[in-house]
C-alpha cells in the first residue's frame, strides 16, 4: 500500500524541542519530504532529504532517516508559537513523474 | 510567496452552478498538480500535467475538468459539484527532469464551499 503514517496530534511548551514521526511504505521512495502548513495557508517546504542519508541538519530543523525501519522524524529545536501549524511527511513513489505520497498530518501545538 | 499563485482563494458556489479555479506558477517548472485537501484526509492527487500533457488522472469524477494551456497556467473547471467537494485545493508545480524530478512548490489553495 502507499500509506504514510503520522501521529495525529503533538503539543510541546515554547523552548522545548519538538519530535515528529513518520513512518512510510515505499523503500525505493528517493526523496522523503517536511511540508507546513499554517490555518489557511498552502503547503510550505521546510526541507527534504535524500534517501542516501541518514541525517540532515537546516538551522532549527533536523531530519533522521532510518531505512531499515523506514522511519522519518523531524526535530525542531528551541520550538517557537510561530511554529505551530501542522506538519506533513511525504514519500515520493518512482512513477516518471513526482508523485508524492503524504502522510495525514501532525499538529503541533506550541504553548508559551 | 512560494511563486505559485491560486485565484480565487475563497469560493462558496451552489450545486448548479459552473466555476473555475485558476493558478499560475512562475518559477519555470514544466510540471503542475491539483491535490484535494478534506477534513481528516490525506491529500488526495487529483490531476499531473507533464509538459503540458495529462499524465495522471486519480479517478476523479467528471465534474472536474482541468485545463493546461501551457506550461505556467492550470485551470480546474468544476460543475454541478456535491457538497462533499467542499475542500480546500490546492495546485503544485515542478521541474520534470528525466525520469526523476525536483520537489513541488504548492500555491494557497482556494477554499471550496458547495452549498
Known amino acids: 500500500g502507499e500509506d504514510v503514517e503520522q501521529s495525529l496530534f503533538l503539543s510541546v511548551r515554547e523552548g522545548d524541542s519538538s519530535v515528529i514521526n513518520c513512518t512510510y511504505t515505499?523503500?525505493?521512495?528517493?526523496?522523503l519530504y517536511w511540508y507546513k502548513q499554517e490555518p489557511g495557508a498552502g503547503l510550505q517546504l521546510l526541507t527534504y532529504?535524500?534517501?542516501?542519508?541518514d541525517m540532515k541538519q537546516d538551522q532549527r530543523l533536523t531530519v533522521l532517516l532510518n531505512k531499515k525501519d523506514k522511519h522519518l522524524s523531524l526535530r525542531i529545536a528551541d520550538t517557537q508559537t510561530g511554529d505551530s501549524a501542522i506538519y506533513f511527511c511525504?514519500?515520493?513513489?518512482?512513477?516518471?513523474?513526482?508523485?508524492?505520497?503524504f502522510g495525514t498530518g501532525t499538529r503541533l501545538l506550541v504553548s508559551p | 510567496e512560494t511563486g505559485v499563485t491560486q485565484t480565487p482563494r475563497h469560493l462558496v458556489m451552489g450545486m448548479t452552478n459552473k466555476k473555475s479555479l485558476k493558478c499560475e506558477q512562475h518559477?519555470?517548472?514544466?510540471?503542475m498538480y491539483w491535490y484535494k485537501q478534506s477534513a481528516k484526509k490525506p491529500l488526495e492527487l487529483m490531476f499531473v500535467?507533464?509538459?503540458?500533457?495529462?499524465?495522471e488522472n486519480n479517478s476523479v469524477p467528471s465534474r472536474f475538468s482541468p485545463e493546461c494551456p501551457n506550461s505556467s497556467h492550470l485551470f480546474l473547471h468544476l460543475h454541478t459539484l456535491q457538497p462533499e467537494d467542499s475542500a480546500l485545493y490546492l495546485c503544485?508545480?515542478?521541474?520534470?527532469?528525466?525520469?526523476?524530478?525536483?520537489?513541488?512548490?504548492f500555491g494557497p489553495g482556494t477554499r471550496l464551499t458547495v452549498l
Open positions: 503544485a508545480s515542478s521541474q520534470v527532469r528525466g525520469p526523476s524530478t525536483d520537489t513541488q512548490y
Open positions: 515505499d523503500s525505493s521512495s528517493t526523496y
Open positions: 532529504i535524500f534517501s542516501n542519508m
Open positions: 511525504a514519500e515520493t513513489l518512482n512513477t516518471g513523474f513526482q508523485k508524492l505520497v
Open positions: 518559477l519555470g517548472h514544466n510540471a
Open positions: 500535467y507533464s509538459l503540458e500533457e495529462r499524465v
